[in-house]
């Protein structure tokens, strides 16, 4: 299947929906980090970004841009600018049907243009995106205690399919030192 570009646009409002380009490269570091500002305040557990890794976001931002088999896109909001951002892939794995799935790897929208429909229609122009490529499953990650993702996600339908959990090795080690 050859991809077509991801050319979605729409309007919303006080809202143009559109494909993300290096103009934006700034808004969207910024949207990103705040979105890990948010993740990792909701889960005191996770990962840290590293200092180095904020500081080489832009370039990383740069190159998912014109990667293959992805899509981009932001909100923009006549007066405030780019104020969300989705960003979405194919994944192939032919041991598993439906072998093409799409995975939404980011979405954040600023807390002053939530509950707009901003971040509802900016899915709605990724699924064109998907459906032009014969996507039947959608998937993503979204971090235990972000209650406002949870909420936001399982109105459109996801739930819960795979737990991915985590501890730390020394806890580890002493608990499975107590079970000896």
């Known amino acids: ?6 050319t979605y646009t729409e309007r919303h409002d006080l809202y143009s929906l559109r494909p993300a380009q290096a103009a934006d490269l700034d808004s969207l570091v910024e949207l990103l980090l705040a979105l890990q500002d948010r993740i990792e305040a909701s889960n005191p557990d996770l990962w840290r970004m590293k200092p180095e890794a904020r500081h080489n976001l832009k ?3 740069g190159s998912r841009l014109k990667a293959a088999n992805s899509c981009a896109l932001v909100a923009e909001h006549d007066e405030d600018g780019v104020v969300g951002v989705i960003f979405g892939r194919i994944v192939v794995n ?3 049907t439906p ?3 799409g995975q939404i790897d980011q979405a954040f929208v600023r807390a002053d243009h939530r509950r707009a429909g901003v971040g509802s229609r900016l899915v709605a122009l990724l699924c064109h995106f998907f459906a032009s490529e014969d ?3 959608i998937t993503l990650r979204y971090v235990i205690g972000n209650e406002e993702a949870d909420a936001f996600w399982s109105a459109l339908g996801f739930s819960p399919r795979i737990i991915t959990a985590g501890a730390g090795r020394d806890g580890l080690e002493h608990h499975l030192r107590e079970t000896e």
Do not use: F, H, K, L
């Open 135 to 137: 996507v039947e499953d």
């Open 99 to 101: 072998s093409r799935a």
């Open 59 to 61: 370039g990383q931002i």
């Open 1 to 6: 299947m050859t991809q077509e570009p991801c």
């Open 94 to 96: 032919n041991r598993y």
